[in-house]
């Protein structure tokens, strides 16, 4: 019986020993990886990981097509809408807007208030104005000045743009808030595409 005593305590304390040893190998295993190892990462995290790199590769590609494109395209002509605008982004990098006039001619101007630089809204009013919520701004779309009484002082910028047929050819070109140059029927508004256009004083 003695020898049986012993034998189990010598077993119990093998096994102690062994957890022992488990349970330290396991702590030092968790330390190790808190200090030293990077940290677990979640589906959901390893997902916005993902989002925030393919949006980082799609505003890349966006500041490249502005360095080199001298014409960004918009959309086709039929596309714009004279009650609520088409958000698209500008040689500047800044949210512009594109909509049609009552001569079926587009209108591309700034979306960026003149305020402090919020980002006007795209529907267009019984007045043919747009809101900048931030401070209640109101621009008219076709001269882009503010309202009356509006915190801001000074008008939306007009864009420079281009139309061209199925063809590629240019068919009606206007710079910033100059006079439109070219056709001025293009009620078949499928038939062709509008392009934001560099303006050569921006470089």
Not at 150 to 172: E, F, M, T, Y
């Amino acid at each position: 019986m003695h020898d049986s005593t012993k034998g189990n305590d010598r077993r119990h304390f093998l096994a102690s020993a062994a957890g022992l040893v488990l349970l330290a190998s396991a702590s030092a295993v968790t330390i190790f990886r808190f200090i030293f190892g990077k940290p677990r990462v979640d589906g959901q995290l390893q997902a916005e990981r993902l989002r925030l790199l393919s949006q980082n590769t799609e505003l890349g590609k966006l500041e490249l097509q502005r360095q080199t494109q001298d014409e960004i395209l918009i959309g086709r002509l039929s596309d714009l809408d004279a009650a609520k605008g088409k958000y698209f982004t500008d040689y500047q990098m800044q949210q512009a807007l594109a909509f049609i006039d009552k001569d079926n001619l587009p209108i591309l101007l700034s979306a960026k208030c003149t305020h402090l630089g919020c980002t006007v809204g795209s529907q267009v009013d019984d007045q043919g104005r747009v809101l900048c919520p931030c401070h209640i701004s109101y621009f008219d779309i076709v001269t882009g000045q503010p309202s009356q009484g509006s915190p801001a002082k000074k008008p939306l910028p007009h864009l420079s743009w281009i139309v061209r047929d199925q063809n590629g050819d240019v068919v009606a070109k206007k710079i910033g808030a100059g006079q439109v140059e070219g056709l001025r029927d293009l009620s078949n508004s499928d038939n062709f595409s509008v392009f934001l256009l560099r303006d050569t004083k921006e470089g």
